[in-house]
């Protein structure tokens, strides 16, 4: 099997639009972040989280629509080896979306974030040194610069928030996406105006993000949104 695609030269991935190139670069900004979020106050944590789930959900997304698929089709294996990952995103899910429900004097709020970032440093090093070189080892560069235009076409619509209930595969994740992207976009917008001034935010501020995280979890749970999913990563609705 190919080396890690951290080890890889830009040429041996394939080019800067090749989708590796693509996940690596990622997944470098992903390390900065999380080296920030370890050292951060508490009157910043919550920036850094926007930014990482700004990075996080949408990156996975892409995968779950793109990669994903691609590998079940390709790999003897690629079924088992996709569904460990999928598992990993799950957590992310839930875990985002359990700190989402504390607040920064919660005692579980630290173990919540230590968790966080121990899954999604272990879900960046699942797939740059096993996952990644099993499909490299199967494409040739055309194709995954291909596969990165597709993926970087997803991951540019895809949306931004934790969404525990949607499946992880087609045709539940691809038939969510466009009303959970609008959403969760229009509530970044809003809780981004709501950080840069937190004490003076407005209550009008509060109240739409509310309303836009709630309308979301309405649009999770209809039944076409799990279509696809696998046991083991599905979340009960409720």
């Known amino acids: 099997m190919k080396r890690s695609i951290a080890d890889q030269s830009l040429e041996e991935l394939g080019g800067r639009l090749s989708v590796l190139t693509r996940q690596r670069k990622d997944h470098i900004e992903l390390d900065r972040l999380l080296r920030q979020l370890d050292g951060a106050e508490a009157s910043t944590q919550g ?3 926007l930014q990482i789930y ?3 959900f949408p990156h996975a997304f892409a995968e779950e629509a793109v990669l994903w698929p691609v590998m079940r089709r390709i790999l003897p294996d690629g079924p088992e080896l996709t569904l460990e990952v999928e598992r990993e995103h799950q957590e992310v899910n839930e875990l985002v979306t359990a700190l989402e429900t504390t607040s920064a004097e919660d005692a579980g709020r630290e173990r919540l974030l230590a968790r966080l970032a121990e899954v999604l ?3 960046v090093r699942d797939e740059e040194d096993v996952l990644l070189p099993r499909l490299q080892e199967k494409l040739g560069p055309a194709r995954l610069r291909s596969l990165g235009l597709a993926w970087e076409v997803v991951r540019r619509t895809a949306p931004t928030r934790a969404h ?5 595969r087609p045709p539940g994740n691809v038939v969510a ?3 959970l992207s609008l959403l969760d976009r229009l509530r970044d917008l809003v809780d981004a105006a709501i950080l840069r001034s937190p004490e003076r935010g407005p209550a009008g501020l509060h109240r739409l993000s509310t309303s836009l995280a709630t309308l ?4 999770e749970h209809l ?3 799990r279509r696809g ?10």
């Not at 525990?164 to 992880?168: H, I």
């Not at 999913?229 to 409720?238: I, L």
């Open 121 to 123: 440093r272990e879900d």
């Open 216 to 219: 979301a979890h309405r649009v």
């Open 229 to 238: 999913e696998d046991p083991s990563t599905a979340r009960a609705a409720h």
């Open 223 to 225: 039944p076409l949104m």
């Open 54 to 56: 700004r990075l996080v």
């Open 47 to 49: 920036r850094v989280l």
């Open 177 to 179: 996406a466009v009303p």
């Open 164 to 168: 525990p209930v949607v499946a992880r």
